[in-house]
């Protein structure tokens, strides 16, 4: 059973400070590797570790000392909540003060997967730092072995957002990892590349039993159709609305690459590719420059800019995969405007649109 600890671990043994990257894609040790990792966990450190979405910053959801951490090894706002990540549905129970009917069949569906379920916090079970002040806890179970495997051997519920400094493309790899955060936190765990590629999705079970999506991700309004009515949460198109955030990525602009970016939408193809060559010869003649995302289906190859691919609008898991790590690409190569192709909003399109708005700003073009 979790020993409920809210106050700061001033008591117990920190961390090293040094950085350790536990690689365990071939390990043969990987069992003393986790321990080592978990343990520090355990004593308050803040380690890094993968998950079949995006890689996450882990700290004991219990200790407001190691929770503060990761705010501040992620530069992250103190309103915005965490997701909390456990490796049994067991622990579930001391950490909410009620489950659903509702609640605990998209559980016994989606878990382990990429869905989190916003609940009633049981009061001090969680750091109020995890919960943001709000009456709710987010609670996931990552598909991933060795993120359960990670959560296991630290003995803690692991609050854990993406592992990037805030407002940069999120981490599906450990060198993004590294990138962004590798002066400020104690370590991580390298499994590899993430299999999704975008966030968890974000839900809420409503009084009249429909389900809110508060972020949309790896599983699909579609797919939670089939339990109960869903719709989504205002805030998904209008993020003003959200002055108090429920849920992680409601509220600020998350996603962003460096440079400028802007979204074209049209449902003529080369009226879409005409617009952007048009941008980006007036922003190559002020100096910039330049890079364009474009899906397969609608390639673009122009002179002194760099393409990159999304892959298929026919598989947009494809996009999903790739969007985090090309929005890396363009800041590594020094990209300062980019302009990318838009896709429609269904399945997991609805996920990438979400996240490439966020990387833009906003800043969308219909024609």
Request: hydrophobic share 40%; charged share 15%; with cysteine.
């Amino acid at each position: 059973m979790m020993n409920n600890q809210t106050e700061n671990h001033s008591e117990q043994p920190q961390a090293d400070s040094l950085f350790t990257c536990w690689d365990v894609r071939h390990s043969e040790h990987i069992e003393q590797q986790l321990s080592e990792a978990g343990q520090i966990l355990a004593n308050g450190g803040i380690v890094a570790f993968p998950t079949e979405t995006v890689y996450g910053l882990g700290a004991d959801a219990r200790n407001t000392h190691a929770v503060a951490s990761v705010f501040t090894a992620k530069g992250r706002p103190s309103d915005n909540p965490l997701i909390v990540h456990i490796s049994d549905r067991d622990q579930l129970s001391s950490l909410v003060s009620e489950v659903s009917d509702l609640e605990q069949t998209l559980i016994n569906h989606f878990w382990p997967g990429p869905l989190t379920l916003v609940m009633p916090v049981r009061p001090d079970t969680v750091s109020p730092l995890v919960t943001a002040g709000l009456q709710t806890v987010a609670i996931r179970m990552p598909d991933h072995p060795v993120a359960l495997a990670l959560i296991s051997a630290s003995g803690c519920p692991l609050a854990a957002p993406s592992a990037n400094r805030s407002g940069r493309p999120s981490p599906t790899t450990a060198a993004h990892v590294i990138e962004d955060l590798s002066a400020v936190i104690n370590g991580v765990v390298d499994g590899g590349s993430a299999g999704i590629g975008v966030e968890s999705t974000v839900i809420q079970v409503q009084d009249d039993n429909t389900i809110m999506i508060l972020r949309p991700g790896g599983i699909t309004e579609e797919q939670l159709s089939s339990f109960a009515p869903v719709t989504r949460d205002p805030a998904l198109n209008d993020a003003a609305t959200a002055l108090i955030p429920r849920s992680p990525g409601m509220k600020y602009t998350h996603y962003a690459p460096q440079g400028s970016m802007t979204i074209v939408m049209g449902s003529q193809d080369n009226v879409v590719n005409q617009y952007i060559e048009q941008q980006i010869r007036q922003a190559q003649a002020r100096g910039e420059k330049t890079g364009v995302l474009v899906f397969d289906e609608n390639p673009l190859h122009l002179a002194d800019t760099l393409g990159l691919s999304l892959g298929s609008r026919d598989h947009l898991e494809e996009a999903a995969n790739r969007l985090y790590a090309a929005l890396r690409t363009f800041d590594r190569v020094g990209i300062t405007f980019i302009m990318s192709q838009g896709c429609e909003q269904h399945g997991v399109g609805v996920a990438v649109m979400n996240r490439l708005s966020k990387a833009a700003g906003g800043q969308i073009i219909h024609l």
